[in-house]
């Protein structure tokens, strides 16, 4: 069966695979090619599936929907991190964990500095009419 995962911006797996783990609200969920056709949630952990080679990889992921539809399996999540072994990876989401907690960081830096210039600028135009009075 195929799978993709999908990203906003990406596809992260497009592959032949021939069987996918992933899980839902109710539980884990194992799909293969002759499963019948679904649409489930994605919450936030592990998927993984089994090459036709014979490999597993595994990929982690955030919220999103999976839908099962024939010989294909779609999954569209907002994050996702793939790797063949799970130190890896747990290595790799770490890492992307910190790029975005310093990103949030100056992100929230950027914007009490825009707020503090929007109240100075303000300031001075109350200060410049109560002159011109």
């Known amino acids: 069966m195929r799978l ?21 609200p109710d539980g ?4 293969l090619e002759r499963h019948v056709d679904f649409v489930s949630a994605v919450v936030p952990g592990l ?13 982690a992921v955030d919220d999103g929907i999976v839908v099962k539809r024939g010989p294909s399996v779609t999954v569209s ?3 996702a991190e793939r790797g063949r072994r799970l130190g890896e990876l747990r290595a ?14 100056r992100t929230r830096s950027s914007v009490a500095r825009l707020q503090s210039d929007f109240l ?3 300031l001075e ?9």
């Open 47 to 59: 998927l993984f599936f089994d090459r036709d080679d014979g490999g597993e990889e595994f990929v």
């Open 77 to 79: 999540v907002r994050n």
């Open 120 to 122: 100075r600028s303000i």
């Open 92 to 105: 790799a989401v770490e890492e992307k964990f910190r790029q975005r907690d310093e990103l949030e960081r």
């Open 4 to 24: 993709k995962i999908l990203l906003p911006n990406d596809i992260l797996v497009d592959e032949q695979v021939v069987k996918v783990t992933f899980e839902s």
């Open 125 to 133: 135009l109350e200060g410049h009419s109560k002159q011109a009075r």
């Open 28 to 31: 884990y969920f194992c799909m």
